[in-house]
């Protein structure tokens, strides 16, 4: 570091040491990190030491940190990087402004603090320029909010251009922040390189039961069992209060909050479904497996999914497709042409084969000369 190791000490000192993950979030250096999953995880004060220790590494350097309201603002930061600060000695402790909300570091890094409670509050940050951008519970923010901040993230200076984000599943972001770290959905101009995804979970973050009275009974009680360190923590955090509190939870809101599910949201048709339990790595899938491809077509959306299927009955779902504005012919085009593998049959609901769309030809004429000879599921609902 630019100040030497005595002043990492100090810093470590002040700040604590990090958990496994926080350490993962501090030394990740992709352009855009996000820290997210369950509540209780230690994304905030991820995002206070990496803030920290930027500002003593980059001399001049400018940082914004971003949470939704100003109360919000003051109480999970301000507040606790003036008390962090003020256990580092006083010749290298950052100095705060309370009217410009900014900490000034000894070697003029800055950090501004900020709110952005509303779409009109981004206006206050037009024209500014910073190297680093914290978002500190991103997915209380709209994708357009996210996207005016960003836009600040600019400048000819010599410092790292990155954006640190924490989040939880739910709330207006949840959508964008769901699209861009956990499925990996990019659009055009979104390199996937520029994306990294921290998973956080309260399980990782024994430091907040430090003070916890259950877990700390739970501990003493454990020590009579043969356990490893890591399995006595592990399930002396059952006990801790905070913990049933999330266990008390709905099923939605604690497959959300405890365990950082974000396939769990209001409106989500298959509320069973779980990424731990439905989603593997991929694999190539072996030839002989039976492929076939289910799509549902109208001028709004053509929606497809592709499955291929073991020889023990299990199906995956190994591609999808999603496309707008689409004649029957150039959806016909998009499907054929997606893969190489041989597709054994496309299974439609009743009304493509049926109904007249868009074509001068009935969609049924226009779909079987595409597909031919594919036969056509009329019993087949959706």
């Not at 509303?118 to 997915?139: K, P, W």
């Not at 209380?140 to 924490?166: D, H, M």
């Not at 956080?200 to 907040?208: E, I, K, S």
């Not at 899938?285 to 929606?303: E, F, K, V």
Request: proline share 6%.
């Amino acid at each position: 570091m630019v100040y030497g190791e005595n002043i990492e000490a100090a810093l470590r000192a002040a700040l604590g040491e990090p958990t496994f993950k926080q350490a993962l979030f501090l030394s990740c250096d992709a352009r855009y990190v996000a820290y997210g999953g369950a509540r209780g995880g230690g994304k905030s004060h991820a995002v206070r030491a990496k803030a920290t220790y930027l500002g003593y590494e980059h001399p001049g350097i400018r940082m914004l940190l971003v949470r939704r309201t100003f109360p919000e603002l003051r109480e999970n930061h301000t507040s606790r990087l003036l008390d962090a600060y003020e256990r580092l000695p006083a010749s290298i402790r950052p100095r705060y402004s309370d009217s410009d909300k900014v900490f000034l570091f000894p070697g003029g890094a800055r950090l501004k603090l900020g709110y952005c409670d509303s779409e009109d509050d981004v206006r206050q940050y037009l024209g500014q320029e910073y190297d680093v951008l914290f978002i500190d519970e991103a997915t209380q923010l709209s994708e357009t909010q996210f996207r005016w901040l960003n836009a600040c993230v600019r400048g000819a200076g010599p410092y790292p251009k990155r954006t640190y984000i924490t989040c939880n599943p739910g709330g207006v972001g949840h959508a964008w922040v769901k699209r861009l770290f956990i499925d990996l959905d990019y659009r055009p101009g979104e390199d996937p390189a520029d994306y990294a995804f921290i998973r956080a979970r309260v399980w990782d973050n024994a430091p907040l039961f430090a003070g916890d009275a259950g877990y700390l009974k739970a501990m003493q009680a454990l020590k009579k069992e043969n356990l490893s360190e890591e399995e006595r923590v592990r399930r002396a955090m059952d006990s801790a209060d905070y913990v049933k509190q999330l266990k008390s939870l709905s099923p939605e809101l604690k497959r959300a909050w405890l365990d950082g599910d974000w396939d769990v949201f209001s409106g989500q048709f298959f509320a069973e479904f779980s990424r731990d339990v439905h989603v593997c790595e991929p694999f190539e899938i072996p030839r002989g497996w039976r492929c076939s491809a289910a799509l549902d077509y109208g001028l709004d959306m053509l929606a497809v999914l592709w499955f291929a299927v073991s020889p023990d009955g299990r199906a995956y779902c190994y591609r999808s497709l999603e496309r707008r504005d689409m004649t029957v012919a150039m959806a016909a085009k998009a499907i054929l042409s997606a893969g190489p593998e041989e597709v054994c049959e496309y299974i439609a609901p009743p009304d493509l084969w049926n109904r007249r769309q868009e074509a001068p030809l009935p969609a049924r004429d226009e779909v079987r000369e595409a597909f031919a000879p594919r036969k056509p599921r009329g019993d087949i609902e959706g």
